[in-house]
C-alpha cells in the first residue's frame, strides 16, 4: 500500500486487468496500459502468459454451465494474454467505467471495448467486477511475489496527503 493510505480511503484498492487474445493479436496492450497510467493508476504487476485450461476455468467458474463457455475457454486460450495488477483509489469500479460494457455492441465510444471491439465475443479485455472478486482473481493469476508495492512519484498530484 502507497504511504498516504491512511490518510486517501480506498488508494489500496487492486483489481485485476488482462487483455484477452484479440487484443494482444491486435497490438492494443499498449493502448491499454497507456489509459490506466494516464487515468492515474499504478501498475503492480504485468505478465505475458499462456492461459492454462485450469486457471481460465477457476477464472470464469461462475459461467460454467453459459452456452458461451466452451467458446470462451477456447477463446481465452486461444493466444497469449496480457495479465496485469493496477491500484488505486476506486480502480475497481474505474476500470469497470474505463472498459465499459460486455456486449461491445452497447459499449460507449470513449471505453475500451467502445472503442476497439464490435462484438461480446470478442471484447478485448477483462476487469474484476468487485473487490472480493478481484482478491480472488489476483491471487489466481498471480504469486504474491510478482507483485510489487512501490511509490509513485505523482502522488501528491492525483491525491490530497
Ligand atoms: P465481463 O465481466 O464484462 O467480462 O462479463 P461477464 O463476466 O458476464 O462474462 C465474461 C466474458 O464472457 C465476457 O467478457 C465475454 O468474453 C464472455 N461472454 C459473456 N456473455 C457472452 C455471450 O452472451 N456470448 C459470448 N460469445 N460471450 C460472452
Ligand atoms: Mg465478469
Same mark, same amino acid.
Given at each position: ?15 485485476l486487468i488482462a487483455?484477452? #487474445?484479440? $487484443?494482444?493479436? %491486435?497490438? *492494443?496492450? /499498449?493502448?491499454?496500459i ?9 501498475l503492480?504487476g504485468l ?9 481460465? !476455468?477457476?477464472?470464469?467458474?461462475? *459461467?460454467? %454451465?453459459?452456452?458461451?463457455? #466452451?467458446?470462451? *475457454?477456447?477463446?481465452?486460450?486461444? /493466444?497469449?494474454?496480457v495479465a496485469m495488477v493496477w ?5 475497481? %469500479?474505474?476500470?469497470? !467505467?474505463?472498459? $465499459?460494457?460486455? @456486449?461491445?455492441?452497447?459499449?460507449? #465510444?470513449?471505453?475500451?471495448? $467502445? ?11 477483462? !476487469?474484476? @467486477? ?5 482478491? %480472488? ?9 510478482? *507483485? ?5 512519484? @505523482? ?7
Amino acid at each position: 500500500c502507497p504511504f498516504y493510505s491512511s490518510a486517501v480511503a480506498g488508494v489500496c484498492e487492486r483489481t485485476l486487468i488482462a487483455v484477452k #487474445p484479440d $487484443g494482444v493479436q %491486435r497490438k *492494443l496492450v /499498449g493502448e491499454i496500459i497507456k489509459r490506466f497510467e494516464q487515468r492515474g493508476f499504478t501498475l503492480v504487476g504485468l505478465k505475458l502468459l499462456q492461459a492454462s485450461e485450469g486457471i481460465l !476455468a477457476e477464472h470464469y467458474h461462475d *459461467l460454467r %454451465r453459459k452456452p458461451f463457455y #466452451p467458446a470462451l *475457454l477456447r477463446y481465452m486460450a486461444s /493466444g497469449p494474454v496480457v495479465a496485469m495488477v493496477w491500484e488505486g483509489h476506486n480502480v475497481v %469500479r474505474t476500470s469497470r !467505467a474505463m472498459v $465499459g460494457d460486455t @456486449d461491445s455492441s452497447q459499449a460507449k #465510444p470513449g471505453t475500451i471495448r $467502445g472503442d476497439f471491439s464490435v462484438h461480446i465475443s470478442r471484447n478485448v479485455i477483462h !476487469a474484476s @467486477d468487485s473487490v472480493e472478486v478481484a482478491e %480472488r482473481e489476483i491471487s489466481l493469476w498471480f504469486h504474491s511475489g510478482e *507483485l510489487i508495492s512501490w511509490e509513485t512519484s @505523482d502522488q501528491s498530484h492525483l491525491y490530497q496527503v
